[in-house]
T-cell receptor
């Protein structure tokens, strides 16, 4: 079991470039989420999905898109990178609703936008 | 005011010490509470859930005080390996779809 995997581990973008952060899980979890973590801010929810074909916005969705075409994959797209999007991005999955089930996190992607 | 607040620390304690962290939350209707642990430059991992009656897992004890809207984590007999950041996490929405994280409390256990 690989758990939750994320690629790439590190990425440097120029302002205005777009890219997709990949996330996959092999635990057949229904719930998947994307967070960003900035110093002193804690993790903030960007987007989440409660199942294939269903996504919703979290606390800080602007500048990001998601889709969930399969149970396993939940990619995060940065449409036009900005320096404010420099952060560590974590993908997470959970068997079902987060109030009752543990969230498993991927190792993170460290993104720098110059 | 942040929805989930923690003292960022660091808490510097000697091995064997007992240390306690508190976390306050703003939504009185919150139903689910957790402590996650995050090592430096790693992903968060669940340490323990926090139940209304309080719960214990080895050297770790978690308590919930609904009246004052805070949860606590007590670590007894601190080990060097306990050095990490401890994240307070609260489920704020009724559907159970979203978790709100505190900024974390950093613990450093010294020999």
């Amino acid at each position: 079991n690989a758990g939750v995997t994320q690629t790439p581990k590190f990425q440097v973008l120029k302002t205005g470039q777009s890219m997709t952060l990949q996330c996959a899980q092999d635990m057949n979890h229904e719930y998947m989420s994307w967070y960003r973590q900035d110093p002193g801010m804690g993790l903030r929810l960007i987007h989440y999905s409660v199942g294939a074909g269903i996504t919703d916005q979290g606390e800080v969705p602007n500048g990001y898109n998601v889709s969930r075409s399969t149970t396993e994959d939940f990619p995060l797209r940065l449409l036009s990178a900005a320096p404010s999007q420099t952060s560590v991005y974590f993908c997470a999955s959970s068997y079902q609703r987060l109030s009752a089930y543990e969230q498993y996190f991927g190792p993170g992607t460290r993104l720098t936008v110059t | 005011r942040k929805e989930v607040e923690q003292d960022p620390g660091p808490f510097n304690v000697p091995e064997g010490a007992t240390v306690a962290f508190n976390c306050t939350y703003s939504n009185s209707a919150s139903q689910s509470f957790f402590w996650y642990r995050q090592d430096c430059r790693k992903e968060p991992k669940l340490l323990m859930s926090v139940y209304s009656s309080g719960n214990e897992d080895g050297r770790f004890t978690a308590q919930l005080n609904r009246a004052s809207q805070y949860i606590s984590l007590l670590i007894r007999d601190s080990k060097l390996s306990d050095s990490a950041t401890y994240l307070c996490v609260v489920n704020m929405d009724n559907a159970g779809n979203m978790l709100t994280f505190g900024g974390g409390t950093r613990l450093m256990v010294k020999p």
